[in-house]
Structures are given as structure tokens and as C-alpha cells.
């Protein structure tokens, strides 16, 4: 769970691209700023502002039609991180609830991890062991800390 904002970083470009309606309004400013700049504005001033006022136009419905998208694109964006987070959630409470009493590693004679056994080995109570719950709570941590120094 600590991870799922970057991962939704990776995934996102892959899922939302600009959309056709955008990329044609580019291009059609891009072929118009060069059929502009063939033109001179002294020789032929009305042509000039007239392709002027079409190329704003066209700026228009392009920041019409990104504004489309960048809903779209949080919508996927906010799906994506907390459905991830959910998805990862229900495992973990499915994890802790039905492997509750399993021990994800038991120690020898030879360890002795008083006077934090008991919160270790927790609801195991198996001397020595280490709890799925405890183990949970310890990775969750170790995630969260890693995840605060990764950009």
C-alpha cells in the first residue's frame, strides 16, 4: 500500500493517452503555424489574420478537449491507486484474520526475545516465533519508510 502512488505513476501514461479529438487539434495548429509563417503579413494581411483567428480557435477547443481528458485522467488515476490499495487491503485482513495463529518463523532454544516475546509472538503464543500479524504490522512499516525516500 505504501507504494501504490508511485505504481499508479508508472502505470497511468500506459493507460491514459491523449485522445484522437487532441492529437488532431495539434496537429491541425502545427500545420496551420507553419502555413503562418510562409505567410507575410505586409504582402497579405487579411490571409494572415485570418488563419490567425482560426489557429486560436483551434487553441481553444484543444485546451476544451484536454480538459476532457485531464478528468478522465484523474478519474483513472484516483480508480487506480485506491483500487490498488483496496485489492491490497482485503488481502491484507484476509492475511491477518485467517492466518492469525501461524507463525511465519519459529526460533530455537537459543533466542530469547524477552521482554518483547510476548507482543512478538502475538496471538501465536509460541515461544520464540514470529506472528503473521506481527510480521504484517513490520513490513507495512519498512514499505511506508522506504517509500518516503523514493521519489
Known amino acids: 500500500m505504501a507504494f501504490a502512488s508511485k505504481i499508479t505513476k508508472i502505470i497511468l501514461p500506459f493507460i491514459c493517452r491523449d485522445s484522437a479529438d487532441v492529437l488532431a487539434r495539434r496537429q491541425d495548429i502545427a500545420k496551420l503555424r507553419s502555413d503562418l509563417a510562409k505567410i507575410s503579413m505586409r504582402d497579405e494581411y487579411t490571409r494572415y ?74 496471538p501465536t503464543k509460541v515461544p520464540n516465533s514470529i506472528s503473521v500479524v506481527f510480521w504484517i504490522v513490520v513490513n507495512n512499516f519498512v514499505a511506508r519508510t522506504l517509500a518516503s525516500y523514493v521519489k
Open 49 to 122: 489574420v485570418r488563419c490567425e483567428r482560426e489557429i486560436g480557435k483551434l487553441e481553444v477547443s484543444l485546451s476544451e478537449a484536454k480538459g476532457r481528458d485531464s478528468v478522465k485522467r484523474v478519474a483513472y488515476e484516483y480508480g487506480l491507486h485506491y483500487g490498488g490499495m483496496a485489492v491490497v487491503g482485503i488481502c491484507m485482513m484476509y492475511i491477518s484474520i485467517f492466518y492469525r495463529y501461524s507463525t511465519v518463523i519459529v526460533f530455537g532454544d537459543n533466542f530469547n526475545f524477552e521482554p518483547f516475546g510476548g507482543f512478538i509472538n502475538f
